[in-house]
T-cell receptor, first 109, second 115 residues
Framework: DAKTTQPPSMDCAEGRAANLPCNHS???????VYWYRQIHSQGPQYIIH???NNETNEMASLIITEDRKSSTLILPHATLRDTAVYYC??????????FGAGTTVTVRA | GAVVSQHPSWVICKSGTSVKIECRSL??????MFWYRQFPKQSLMLMAT?????????EQGVEKDKFLINHASLTLSTLTVTSAHPEDSSFYIC???????????FGPGTRLTVT
């Protein structure tokens, strides 16, 4: 699987949008971009995934650049409960997930 | 939907004993389940992949005779840590992949402490 690069940490204000970047410059054509998050001492939670089109669900939006070398996860209205480690993973479907260090997001009141 | 449970949520055992951790998909069938380990302040490390009815595939460096995995049904996988030692103390997390799907759904994790 291709490697990803994420900032180690970021802060955001409660109620504002949180934009989480991820670089995956070596992504292959058949690899999807997945986002998971892990709240302290819990199992990871699936957020969203996409191949090349932008995706949106009830939790977040995923914006993938046209060359697919980077993406941004957007939490539209961050709450304190969104404080977590966010993992960006590229993966061929039906294959194992490989977790990197992720971005520790702290939402502040 | 897509709920995965683990039991127990935490366990303390003495060095040299064995501990079994269960992972269940509650509302879906999972042909594939995964076991991860997470040490404090580190990311998740995949230990093994198990497919229902067949032997598990272990990642490099994971001792298959120490970490026994059984995936006897489409809703249950178990991880047994045999002859546990203090260095096996960790957070063990399972995930289950929907039959015919690609998303993995994770359990809440099991905190193992070996004294």
């Amino acid at each position: 699987d291709a490697k990803t690069t994420q900032p180690p940490s970021m802060d955001c204000a409660e109620g504002r949008a949180a934009n989480l970047p991820c670089n995956h410059s070596t992504i292959s054509g058949n690899e999807y971009v997945y986002w998971y998050r892990q709240i302290h001492s819990q199992g990871p939670q699936y957020i969203i995934h996409g191949l090349k089109n932008n995706e949106t669900n009830e939790m977040a939006s995923l914006i993938i650049t046209e060359d697919r070398k980077s993406s941004t996860l957007i939490l539209p209205h961050a709450t304190l409960r969104d404080t977590a480690v966010y993992y960006c993973i590229v993966r061929v479907n039906d294959y194992k997930l490989s977790f990197g260090a992720g971005t520790t997001v702290t939402v502040r009141a | 939907g897509a709920v995965v449970s683990q039991h127990p949520s935490w366990v303390i055992c003495k060095s040299g004993t064995s501990v079994k951790i269960e992972c269940r998909s509650l509302d879906f069938q999972a042909t594939t389940m995964f076991w991860y380990r997470q040490f404090p302040k580190q990311s998740l490390m995949l230990m093994a992949t198990s497919n229902e009815g067949s032997k598990a595939t272990y990642e490099q460096g994971v001792e298959k005779d120490k970490f026994l995995i059984n995936h006897a049904s489409l809703t249950l996988s178990t991880l047994t840590v045999t002859s546990a030692h203090p260095e096996d103390s960790s957070f063990y997390i399972c995930s289950a992949q929907l039959a015919g799907g690609y998303e993995q759904y994770f359990g809440p994790g099991t905190r193992l402490t070996v004294t």
